[in-house]
C-alpha cells in the first residue's frame, strides 16, 4: 500500500514539474522566452498562415534588475548577434519597458508584461507570431500542430 502511495506521489510531482516547465512557468529567475511560427511555403492571412505552420525563433530575454538592463537574443541563431536594452523599469523577469536602443531592430519587443511581449507600434521590432512552447516543440519535431495561430496566441508586430 505504502509503495502505491509513494508511487503516485511520485507521478503526480514529475506531471507537475513537466507541465510547469512545458507551459514556460518554470524558468531560470529573470529570463523570459518567447517562441514563434513561421508560414512556409504561405502567406499569414490572419491568422492562418497559407502555407505549413513551422516552429519559428524563439527569442530569449534576461533582465538584470540592478543594471536596469535586459539583454536579449535568438537561441539557435549563430549568426544573429546579441543585443541590450540599457535603459529599463523592471519589476522582473516577466514584467519591464524599455527606451529603444540602436539594437532595438534585432529582437520583437522593448516591453514585457506578464509575461508576453507587448506589441510594438514604432516599426522597428522585427515582426512575430507566438504559439506555446508545446505547440513550438511540435511543430520543431515535425508534428503537424495546424495552419491557425489562435487570437489570443497571435502577437504580430
Given at each position: ?26 524558468t ?17 492571412q ?65 516591453e ?9 507600434t ?33 502577437k504580430?508586430?
Amino acid at each position: 500500500m505504502k509503495r502505491i502511495s509513494w508511487s503516485l506521489a511520485a507521478f503526480v510531482v514529475v506531471a507537475l514539474v513537466f507541465f510547469g516547465w512545458v507551459s514556460d512557468h518554470v524558468t531560470l529567475q529573470g529570463e523570459r522566452t518567447v517562441y514563434t511560427a513561421e508560414c512556409r511555403d504561405g502567406a499569414w492571412q490572419g491568422t492562418r498562415c497559407t502555407g505549413k505552420l513551422a516552429a519559428g525563433n524563439r527569442f530569449r530575454f534576461r533582465a538584470l534588475k540592478a543594471h536596469r538592463e535586459v539583454l536579449f537574443w535568438t537561441m539557435g541563431a549563430a549568426s544573429e548577434p546579441a543585443g541590450k536594452f540599457s535603459d529599463c523599469e523592471i519589476d522582473d523577469g516577466r514584467n519591464w519597458r524599455c527606451k529603444p536602443s540602436a539594437d532595438f531592430p534585432l529582437t520583437i519587443t522593448r516591453e514585457m508584461a506578464r509575461g508576453c511581449p507587448v506589441k510594438d507600434t514604432s516599426g522597428q521590432a522585427r515582426p512575430f507570431r507566438q504559439i506555446s512552447k508545446l505547440r513550438w516543440l511540435l511543430l520543431d519535431s515535425g508534428l503537424p500542430a495546424g495552419n491557425e495561430v489562435a487570437d489570443g496566441d497571435d502577437k504580430t508586430s
